[in-house]
């Protein structure tokens, strides 16, 4: 059987927890892990605030990054718009993680929500 990506994250989705922008920031006041799976590049350019970078391709292979140490501690995973974390949630579950979520609709709907991000300052920021 073949899927389009459609079909394998649509997939993902109905074996995760994917929370909304407003329950997502309540897990950040909560001292949730925020793992932005998205590429260097996006995260850079702005990012939730207390994010950590680890993009969706490498995700699997930096279980031993200390932001997931612990396999029962609160993760929250977000993309561009939802779909990569969606991807991401499921393979952290397959790996052990028992407490992880997925942002739906992503970094996009968080800024439409109009919460707050934290932008690279730098000369390279955007």
């Not at 799976?37 to 292979?61: D, K, M, N, Q, Y």
């Amino acid at each position: 059987m073949s899927l389009t990506p459609q079909q394998l994250v649509a997939e993902a989705k109905a074996q995760i927890k994917e929370i909304d922008t407003t329950t997502a920031a309540q897990h950040i006041d909560a001292g949730s892990v925020v793992i932005d799976v998205r590429e260097p590049a996006e995260f850079e350019s702005a990012h939730l605030p207390t994010a950590i970078s680890i993009p969706r391709g490498l995700l699997e292979f930096k279980t031993d990054h200390p932001a997931l140490a612990d396999k029962a501690a609160e993760i929250l995973l977000y993309c561009k718009t939802g779909g990569r974390s969606a991807l991401a949630a499921l393979n952290l579950q397959r790996l052990g993680y028992s407490n992880v979520r997925s942002m739906s609709g992503g970094f996009d709907a968080w800024i439409n929500q109009g919460q707050t991000v934290t932008k690279d300052t730098t000369q390279y920021g955007g």
